[in-house]
Structures are given as structure tokens and as C-alpha cells.
């Protein structure tokens, strides 16, 4: 009963509503909190964030705008952000949009990036009154720190410690629990206490609906619904481009996310809800492939880190999706762990570049290739142990996606941004 608890909790605090990309959203989130710390008449805004947030804020649609960049979501946290509502604090950002263009117009908005880990964002708002600060670390709405003038406010403090050591401490619990006891606890565990994945289905089966029915962002799911939507993978792949095509165009609408991140939160629901539409699958057998699905996104990016060089929706949510698919399929715990060993055989390398209305292309691929993995595992057929980075242990094999994301991508991450600085002519500041 206890570890049923545990894995209803993690559910509840990794799978959540978002609107707009999770890092833009972040940014503004902390500059919302900065300017409610310190109010009076807005003159300057300082945001400094790592390698990581640069990338995956820099060219993705900001909600309600037809805009992109730090700077913008800086300003449209400040003068329309509401910091209490968490990840969807651009909600009603509507009302301060012409305020917040004229202030980056004017260059009010500076923009630095550090060399850090995780997720790193430092906001100080200088108003006519003096200086407001918020610090988000590790995950994107966790707030380790707020000022007024230099003076650190413990407003909700202990609340925040609190919520941060028993998120923590549920990831380390989910880290150190086998494969297949993850999958066990799936099967068994009361409808009652993971129903609610449903609430995920319905949030991003709506925003794939929305990205079908007309072209946005890149148009991915729109152009290929025609000639794909009638096999399961295709059907898999074109859903899950679609509601990655409107998240990533910027439209105003809710996801939801899985691991802090609404892409992941489209990935690992979308391919999984289109596989149990096309196979007739029933609401319980679907609930659990989901709850699983977010389960082992969790576990994998509680390996590659919140924010990583490889791209966290295929090597974790794509990973995900393919468990809960492989158990729509009826796979066991042995077929479900081949599904893991072909996807990692697979689709590891694909990098991070930032976030972007590209991503849906990532999006459909991890989707397709979510499905093909389950549906060889399920058969039989699986990499064998021997091939590359797999490991006979799966445990194992996951740890290597790890390593190889943090070790051994370190490098590859560095250029990707140096790249990506030159094209934007942004200079690193190390």
C-alpha cells in the first residue's frame, strides 16, 4: 500500500499542466516573482540562466505572442505574469503584452548564460522601488530563492524545502526500484490512485486535435495526417507531431507534462493514447500503459537530469511511450524490458538543440519508433546484449544513457550551444 502511495505521488508531482514551453515559461515565472517581490514602475530586467535553458528558450513560440526569446518572456512575466499560478503564470499575459514589447524594444532586457547544470535561472527586476530576485534550480518552477533589496524573503520558505526534499526523495525511491517491480506495481496498483491520467489524455489529446485541424508551427501532424493516419504507427506519429506543432508554435493552450517538460508530457501521453484508440483498448488498460509511460520517463531522466545534450523526448518520454505500448500489446515484464533495449539500440543519439516548432519532427519520431520497438520486443525480437551500449541488465543499460549523457555528451553540448550563441550572435560568458 505504502509503495502505491509513493508512485500516485510521484505521478501527481511529475505529471502537470503546462502552458507554453517549460523553459521560456520558467524564465517568466521567476521574473513574475522577482516583480512581485520588489512592485513599483519596471526599468531594467537582468536574467542570467545556464547552457541548457538558453537553448530550449531561445526559439520557441512564447503563448499569446507570435514572438520568441528570453527577453520576451522575461518582460511578459513582469508586466503580465501572475506568479502564483506556477508553470502556467503566462495564463492571462495578454493584458501586459504591448508593455512588455516596447520594454525589450527599448533594451531594457539583459541576457546572460552561465555554465551550470540542471536547470538554472537567476531574474533581478530593478524597478523605481529597488531590486526584486528569484532563483529557479533543478526543476523549473522550484524557487530556491526570493529578495527585496538584498534581503532574502522566507515567505513560504520552509513549505518550499519541504515539497523539494519529498519530490526528491520519491525520484531517489523510483531511481532504486528494478524495472520490473515498477511494471508490477503498474499491474496491481488500485485504479483509484492513477485515474487521473486521464486528465493528461484528454489535455493533449485536445491540443493534437487543435494541431490537426489546422497548420501551425511547422504543420507536421497537418501534412502527414492525410497519408498516415490510418496504420497505428503512423497514427501514433502524426498525433504527437501535432500537439508538438501547436505547443511549439506558441499556441495559448494547456499541456500536459511529464519530468517538467510539456514536450515530454506529448510524448510520452499522445503515441500511447493512439495505439489503445486504434487497438480498442478499455480506460483501465489505458490508464496503467500511461501511468507507466510517466513512470519510466521519470526513472530515466532521474539518470540524464532535467535538462540533458540528448533529447529528453526520445531517449526518456520516446522510452516511456514505447513501455506503455508494448503493454497495450499485453507484453510482460521481459518483453517490456527488450522494448526499453531497442529504443535505447535506437534512437539514443538524437541531440538537444533547443526548443523549437523543429522538435515536432523529433516528436514523430520518437513516436514511430516508440511503436516499431514494442511491436519487435513483443514478437521476440530485441538488440542483444552485446550491441553497443546495451547491457543483459536493464537497470544497466538505462545508467548508460546516463553516462553517456552526461560524460560523454559534455563536448557535443558545448559546440550545440556555441552554435547556436553564433547564430544569435549571443556572447557566453563563462
Given at each position: 500500500?505504502?509503495?502505491?502511495q509513493m508512485?500516485?505521488?510521484?505521478?501527481e508531482?511529475?505529471?502537470?499542466?503546462a502552458?507554453g514551453c517549460?523553459?521560456?515559461?520558467?524564465?517568466?515565472?521567476?521574473?513574475?516573482?522577482?516583480?512581485?517581490c520588489?512592485?513599483?514602475?519596471?526599468?531594467?530586467?537582468m536574467?542570467?540562466?545556464?547552457?541548457?535553458v538558453y537553448k530550449?528558450?531561445m526559439?520557441?513560440?512564447?503563448?499569446g505572442?507570435?514572438?520568441?526569446?528570453?527577453?520576451?518572456?522575461?518582460?511578459l512575466?513582469?508586466f503580465g505574469g501572475?506568479?502564483?499560478k506556477?508553470?502556467?503564470?503566462?495564463?492571462?499575459?495578454?493584458?501586459?503584452?504591448?508593455?512588455?514589447?516596447?520594454?525589450?524594444?527599448?533594451?531594457?532586457?539583459?541576457v546572460?548564460?552561465?555554465k551550470?547544470?540542471?536547470?538554472?535561472?537567476?531574474?533581478?527586476?530593478?524597478?523605481?522601488?529597488?531590486e526584486?530576485?528569484?532563483?529557479?534550480?533543478k526543476?523549473?518552477?522550484?524557487?530556491?530563492?526570493v529578495?527585496?533589496?538584498?534581503?532574502a524573503l522566507?515567505?513560504?520558505?520552509?513549505?518550499e524545502?519541504?515539497?523539494?526534499e519529498?519530490?526528491?526523495?520519491?525520484?531517489?525511491?523510483?531511481?532504486?526500484?528494478?524495472?520490473?517491480?515498477?511494471?508490477?506495481?503498474?499491474?496491481?496498483?488500485?485504479?483509484?490512485?492513477?485515474?487521473?491520467?486521464?486528465?493528461?489524455?484528454d489535455?493533449?489529446?485536445?491540443v493534437?486535435?487543435?494541431?490537426l485541424?489546422m497548420?501551425?508551427?511547422?504543420?507536421?501532424?497537418?501534412?502527414s495526417?492525410?497519408?498516415n493516419?490510418?496504420?497505428l504507427?503512423?497514427?501514433?506519429?502524426?498525433?504527437?507531431?501535432?500537439?508538438?506543432?501547436?505547443?511549439?508554435a506558441?499556441?495559448k493552450?494547456?499541456?500536459?507534462?511529464?519530468a517538467g517538460?510539456g514536450?515530454?508530457g506529448?510524448?510520452?501521453?499522445?503515441?500511447?493514447?493512439?495505439i489503445s484508440e486504434?487497438?480498442?483498448?478499455?480506460?483501465?488498460?489505458?490508464?496503467?500503459?500511461?501511468a507507466l509511460?510517466?513512470?519510466?520517463?521519470?526513472?530515466?531522466?532521474?539518470?540524464?537530469g532535467?535538462?540533458?545534450?540528448?533529447?529528453?523526448?526520445?531517449?526518456?518520454?520516446?522510452?516511456g511511450?514505447?513501455?506503455?505500448?508494448?503493454?497495450l500489446?499485453?507484453?510482460?515484464?521481459?518483453?517490456?524490458?527488450?522494448?526499453?533495449?531497442?529504443?535505447v539500440?535506437?534512437?539514443?543519439g538524437?541531440?538537444?538543440?533547443?526548443?523549437?516548432?523543429?522538435?515536432?519532427?523529433k516528436?514523430?519520431?520518437?513516436?514511430?519508433?516508440?511503436y516499431?520497438?514494442?511491436q519487435?520486443?513483443?514478437?521476440?525480437s530485441?538488440?542483444?546484449?552485446?550491441?553497443?551500449?546495451?547491457?543483459?541488465?536493464?537497470?544497466k543499460?538505462?545508467s548508460?544513457?546516463?553516462?553517456?549523457?552526461?560524460?560523454g555528451?559534455?563536448?557535443?553540448d558545448?559546440?550545440?550551444l556555441?552554435i547556436?550563441?553564433?547564430?544569435r550572435?549571443?556572447?557566453y560568458?563563462?
Amino acid at each position: 500500500m505504502k509503495k502505491y502511495q509513493m508512485v500516485k505521488s510521484i505521478l501527481e508531482k511529475e505529471v502537470t499542466p503546462a502552458i507554453g514551453c517549460t523553459e521560456p515559461v520558467a524564465v517568466a515565472l521567476a521574473a513574475a516573482t522577482a516583480m512581485e517581490c520588489i512592485g513599483g514602475k519596471p526599468i531594467h530586467i537582468m536574467v542570467t540562466v545556464n547552457s541548457n535553458v538558453y537553448k530550449n528558450a531561445m526559439a520557441v513560440g512564447i503563448p499569446g505572442t507570435a514572438k520568441v526569446g528570453i527577453d520576451i518572456a522575461a518582460a511578459l512575466g513582469v508586466f503580465g505574469g501572475e506568479a502564483g499560478k506556477g508553470l502556467q503564470v503566462l495564463k492571462h499575459a495578454e493584458k501586459g503584452e504591448k508593455e512588455a514589447l516596447e520594454f525589450v524594444a527599448r533594451g531594457a532586457v539583459t541576457v546572460n548564460v552561465v555554465k551550470k547544470s540542471e536547470v538554472f535561472i537567476d531574474c533581478v527586476v530593478t524597478s523605481e522601488i529597488g531590486e526584486g530576485r528569484c532563483v529557479i534550480e533543478k526543476s523549473h518552477n522550484n524557487i530556491v530563492y526570493v529578495s527585496k533589496n538584498g534581503v532574502a524573503l522566507t515567505l513560504h520558505q520552509n513549505e518550499e524545502i519541504e515539497v523539494k526534499e519529498d519530490r526528491e526523495g520519491l525520484i531517489n525511491w523510483l531511481k532504486n526500484e528494478r524495472i520490473t517491480e515498477i511494471i508490477n506495481l503498474v499491474r496491481e496498483i488500485p485504479l483509484e490512485y492513477i485515474n487521473f491520467m486521464l486528465e493528461g489524455r484528454d489535455m493533449n489529446l485536445a491540443v493534437a486535435k487543435l494541431g490537426l485541424e489546422m497548420k501551425v508551427g511547422m504543420g507536421v501532424g497537418f501534412l502527414s495526417k492525410d497519408r498516415n493516419i490510418d496504420t497505428l504507427e503512423g497514427y501514433a506519429a502524426t498525433l504527437t507531431a501535432a500537439g508538438a506543432d501547436v505547443r511549439m508554435a506558441g499556441e495559448k493552450v494547456p499541456v500536459m507534462s511529464s519530468a517538467g517538460s510539456g514536450n515530454h508530457g506529448i510524448t510520452a501521453i499522445l503515441p500511447v493514447v493512439a495505439i489503445s484508440e486504434k487497438m480498442g483498448k478499455d480506460e483501465a488498460t489505458l490508464i496503467r500503459a500511461l501511468a507507466l509511460s510517466h513512470l519510466i520517463t521519470v526513472y530515466i531522466k532521474s539518470y540524464t537530469g532535467k535538462l540533458s545534450p540528448l533529447c529528453g523526448c526520445a531517449v526518456a518520454a520516446g522510452i516511456g511511450a514505447s513501455t506503455g505500448i508494448a503493454f497495450l500489446m499485453g507484453g510482460d515484464s521481459h518483453q517490456i524490458e527488450g522494448t526499453i533495449k531497442n529504443m535505447v539500440a535506437n534512437i539514443t543519439g538524437m541531440i538537444c538543440d533547443g526548443g523549437k516548432v523543429g522538435c515536432a519532427l523529433k516528436l514523430y519520431n520518437a513516436a514511430a519508433t516508440a511503436y516499431i520497438s514494442a511491436q519487435l520486443a513483443v514478437e521476440g525480437s530485441v538488440v542483444p546484449s552485446d550491441n553497443g551500449i546495451i547491457h543483459e541488465n536493464i537497470e544497466k543499460t538505462i545508467s548508460n544513457i546516463g553516462k553517456l549523457s552526461f560524460q560523454g555528451m559534455e563536448e557535443t553540448d558545448r559546440i550545440i550551444l556555441e552554435i547556436m550563441l553564433e547564430n544569435r550572435k549571443v556572447q557566453y560568458c563563462s
